[in-house]
């Protein structure tokens, strides 16, 4: 709808009656004071979000409570009681008795089914009850699930949204609060007729009926002309909302207020977690309040101060990854800083920090608190081999086809030609190109978007220039394809597919597409990092080792190494060496040209090695 029908409603009903707000003056009888005030100036504190593609409503004092509003949601009894822990119905969500699951965290306010409507508290009541009883609704995320938004189920959702002001039993009027709940749950489950049962005097029953009707006033009006079942309900019940805070506070009672904006949230585990906000304070002015929003839990903290910039403080100094391991997956995912400056990325100490200085991050606050989710919960060794396999079939699949297709290639029987002895027709032409182009099929699908991380960039940095002419020395150990009897058979033609495919492809597929996806999941090296061999690293190495023994038993027949003993561990321990060299020197460059380079090279030394050293 409409939310220009609810304004256009509210311009007719604000010109009817304004304020019409209430007050305890101090006395047993808590005296009301009604009309003849204008409503304070309050902070808007309820928003709309998305959570998980769902529009839901918050609180900004209570980010961790999502109100689902959906007129015609209906779930059974047993399906409510399954339902997943920090689950709360109001008001005949779920069609079964009001129940209070402590040992799970679910809970069905209600008096519809399962129980005498007239002997059972309304929906507004049993939250007050719940919440004076101790209710915690700090100790983890809250979704709230409430169907049509009458007052009765509003009350019980602005109850559950101000906890944490309730708690402090000041500034709140109380007195009011009480009162105005206890008559609308006599109203909504016995009638108007009984509303005597509330037992208030005379004078404050009669201004409480009167502050119903105003709060009720738009939900009469819309359902007067019609116009109800199209009402936004999120945006109604946001007005509703806003509405009781003006009755039930005063704009002293937010001196304290931060207007703090949760942006983004992920549980780290059971007892902590990581938030992005947004707030005008700085971040050690609104830390205070961040611990009472988040009861202690938060870990991590994202401060947004403007477009781009964040800064970024640890709060639980007993967290189980430090924040350097945090800026190195930021810098390693955010396209403005592609680990490729030492100037512009997210840095800092190991207690606060803050994003790339000079651009900002290119990221969206989830994606920055998710990043810091899979630093600080570190895969287990049975998922990174998981990943590995899924890799190795990835890497499997793509050299069996591209093998197949060398076995098979006859271009010339193909298109009916005569020619014979071109270098196009042979079978390791066929090999070499079928997997050149599955390669970059692969790498043009899993790279769009961010090609950095799979080495598809200019180089940049000088620290693992020396790792050069080592791996060029490898290659000439046996860690590259080198074949003699190919070069000498096909002559300078060889050199285009030795010296060029070859080394793209391989290259491409192992320290380009096997190493990029492995990175997802780990932390790799940098131009300006210390030195370690990365799991991505380790993991291209095996599966190229894999590649290179299997071609010495491919019947391809270019791999021309005698099947001995000495020349099976030859070829494996210069592929493993070559492996690791190589994938340092991708990352330490960041880049894969270079190791196309040095693969060229190595070829150049594998052939001359086994010309003049092994004698092949």
């Known amino acids: 709808m409409s939310v220009s029908n609810l304004k256009r409603r509210q311009s007719t009903i604000n010109g009817r009656t304004k304020g019409a707000t209430l007050g305890a003056s101090g006395t047993t009888a808590g005296l009301v004071q009604a009309k003849g005030r204008q409503a304070a100036n309050l902070p808007e504190r309820y928003a709309i979000r998305k959570v998980d593609g769902e529009q839901v409503l918050i609180c900004l004092e209570a980010p961790n409570l999502n109100v689902h509003i959906e007129p015609e949601l209906s779930l059974s009894g047993s399906v409510a009681r399954k339902s997943p822990p920090g689950t709360i119905f109001l008001d ?23 129980c005498v409507r007239a002997f059972t508290m309304a929906t507004c009541e049993q939250a007050l009850v719940m919440h004076m009883k101790g209710l915690d609704l700090r ?54 007729e009984m509303k005597e049962l509330a037992a208030l005097p005379p004078e404050l029953l009669r201004r409480l ?33 806003h509405k009781l805070d003006q009755v ?129 919960n570190r895969p287990s060794v049975l998922s990174m081999i998981y990943r590995f396999i899924l890799v190795a079939a990835l890497v499997g699949a793509i050299t069996v086809c591209a093998h197949e297709i060398g076995l098979t290639w006859n271009p010339a029987k193909w298109l009916s030609l005569q020619a014979e002895g071109q270098l196009w027709q042979t079978s390791l032409f066929g090999f070499a190109t079928a997997l050149f182009v599955f390669c970059s ?53 060889c050199i285009f597919i030795l010296a060029g495919l070859m080394p793209i492809a391989l290259e491409g597929l192992f320290r380009g597409l096997a190493h990029g996806l492995l990175a997802q999941y780990a932390r790799i ?28 038993f491919s019947p ?18 210069g ?24 693969h060229a090279f190595a070829v150049a030394a594998g052939l001359a090695a086994k010309v003049f050293i092994f004698n092949l």
């Not at 950095?452 to 490898?474: E, K, N, R, T």
């Not at 391809?556 to 099976?568: E, I, P």
Request: charged share 20%.
């Open 441 to 493: 099929l692969g790498l043009l699908l899993t790279a769009r978007g961010r090609s950095w991380q799979f080495g598809l960039v200019m180089p940049c940095g000088y620290s693992g220039i020396w790792l050069l002419p080592l791996a060029v020395v490898c290659g000439a150990v046996g860690g590259v394809w080198a074949p003699v009897q190919a070069f000498e058979k096909m002559g300078n033609g």
């Open 248 to 376: 039930l506070y005063k704009a002293s009672d937010f001196a304290d207020y931060k207007g703090i904006e949760e942006l983004a949230c992920v549980q780290i585990n059971q007892q902590r977690l990581v938030a992005a906000v947004k707030s005008d304070q700085g971040i050690y002015e609104i830390e205070p309040h961040l611990t009472k929003l988040y009861g202690g839990r938060l870990g991590v903290v994202f401060l947004k101060r403007g477009p781009g910039a964040y800064t970024v403080r640890k709060m639980d100094l007993f967290m189980p990854a430090e924040l350097e391991a945090v800026y190195d997956r930021l810098n390693f995912l955010d396209p403005a800083v592609r680990c490729r400056t030492r100037n512009n990325k997210w840095g800092g100490s190991g207690e606060i920090g803050g994003s790339p200085r000079e651009s900002g991050t290119h990221l969206n606050p989830q994606q920055i608190v998710d990043a810091c989710k899979q630093v600080m």
């Open 92 to 114: 005949g969500v779920a069609q079964c008795e009001p129940f209070m699951d402590h040992e799970r965290k679910v809970y069905n306010l209600d008096h519809h089914e399962g």
């Open 139 to 192: 100790g983890q995320q809250w979704h709230i699930f409430a169907g049509e938004p009458d007052l009765d189920t509003i009350l019980a959702i602005w109850i559950l949204l101000n906890h944490l002001r309730l708690e402090e039993r000041n500034g709140i009027q109380r007195r009011v609060l009480f009162a105005l709940v206890r008559l609308e749950g006599v109203i909504d489950a016995l009638g108007l």
């Open 209 to 241: 009926q009167k502050l119903i009707d105003y709060l009720r006033s738009d939900e009469i009006a819309l359902k007067k002309d019609g116009m109800w079942e199209d009402t936004d309900m999120l945006q109604y019940t946001t007005k509703v909302l």
């Open 525 to 552: 090296q940098r131009t300006d990092s210390p030195w370690f061999i990365s799991w991505p690293a380790l993991g291209s190495t095996i599966l190229y080792t894999g590649f290179m023994a299997a071609l010495v």
């Open 556 to 573: 391809l027949g270019y791999f021309d190494t005698a099947l001995t003993s000495f020349n099976l561990a030859r070829v494996v321990t």
């Open 575 to 598: 592929s493993v060496v070559y492996g690791i060299v190589v994938a340092m020197i991708r990352e330490r460059f960041q880049s894969l040209w270079p190791v196309i380079c040095v």
